[in-house]
């Protein structure tokens, strides 16, 4: 296929490709090694390439895929991620609204694993499809110790999962592997860039961009969404007072059952 343009991924000496595997279908191809980490470089590089195909080229549908055959994307690197300021609010948060809203049908090919923000990025997609006999998806978060911004919470609910699945993945932290991720309803099928394009085919998606209105379509599908991404300051400033709360709750009942030991005469 004929490359039709490149983005360099400056930290790593990764890039972005896209080329046309058919008329109308534009492959965007992500490198950065080792593991396609969701550092500032490389979400400005992929929100770069997709204003590119916004702007350049005829409406068709978007695919994405990593170029690394081992990840999709293994997720955040948390060191950048907490030594950069406002990290999920300017760097992280721009590129799962684009892709929410991007004026053509979007879909995931996930052909590795898929950990932490390699499953929000994926999430965004209005189509997935995960190979079939390798790689996992996980939200490791609960075995970190890390919240979950609220934004990418609700992307997951309202995107992913029922509620049972929401609980398996993110309060247990389950590793689902194709088959799995099938049968739970996070992707739409299992195999490569061939059942891709079938899926494509089967859809008429090509045509679906080609009135202009889906990207309005999914504004309002996925207003919930976008709202919380919009009041993104607001939505920290409740969690920093629900932070506030819970400590100052802790500290009453810590006081309470001093109390209870002191007047029982237990000692736990």
């Given at each position: ?10 930290s ?10 058919a008329?109308?279908v ?14 500032s470089d490389?979400l ?45 609010r300017?760097?992280?948060n ?24 390699g499953?929000?990025?994926a999430?965004?997609?209005?189509y997935?499809?995960?190979n ?9 978060e ?11 919470a ?6 992913l ?6 609980r398996?993945?993110t ?10 991720a099938?049968?739970y309803?996070l992707?739409d099928g ?5 059942e891709?394009?079938?899926l ?14 889906i990207?309005?379509?999914k504004?309002d599908a996925y ?11 607001q ?6 007072a ?7 709750d802790a ?12 007047k029982s005469?237990?000692?736990?």
């Amino acid at each position: 296929m004929t490359e039709l343009f490149r983005v360099p991924v400056a930290s790593t000496g990764g890039h972005f490709a896209c080329t046309s595997p058919a008329k109308d279908v534009y492959l965007l191809s992500f490198q950065s090694v080792p593991d396609n980490r969701t550092t500032s470089d490389f979400l400005s590089a992929y929100l770069l390439s997709l204003n590119i195909i916004e702007a350049k080229y005829p409406g068709g549908v978007l695919i994405t895929t990593s170029a690394i055959a081992k990840f999709f994307s293994n997720g955040l690197d948390l060191e950048h991620t907490m030594s950069t300021p406002d990290f999920f609010r300017d760097r992280f948060n721009p590129i799962i609204r684009k892709l929410l809203t991007f004026p053509m049908p979007t879909i995931a090919l996930m052909n590795g694993h898929a950990f932490g923000a390699g499953v929000f990025l994926a999430a965004a997609h209005d189509y997935r499809i995960q190979n079939g006999s390798k790689g996992f998806i996980c939200l490791p978060e609960v075995d970190m110790g890390i919240l979950l911004p609220s934004t990418l919470a609700i992307l997951v609910k309202q995107k992913l999962l029922a509620p049972n699945v929401y609980r398996d993945l993110t309060l247990e932290g389950r590793r689902v592997n194709g088959p799995e991720a099938l049968a739970y309803g996070l992707v739409d099928g299992l195999g490569g860039l061939e059942e891709v394009l079938k899926l494509i085919s089967d859809r008429k998606l090509i045509q679906k961009s080609k009135a202009g209105a889906i990207g309005g379509l999914k504004e309002d599908a996925y207003r919930e969404i976008i709202t919380a991404i919009d009041g993104y300051d607001q939505d920290a400033e409740w969690r920093d007072a629900l932070e506030k709360r819970k400590k100052a709750d802790a500290a009453k009942n810590e006081e309470l059952v001093a109390q209870w030991e002191k007047k029982s005469g237990s000692k736990l």
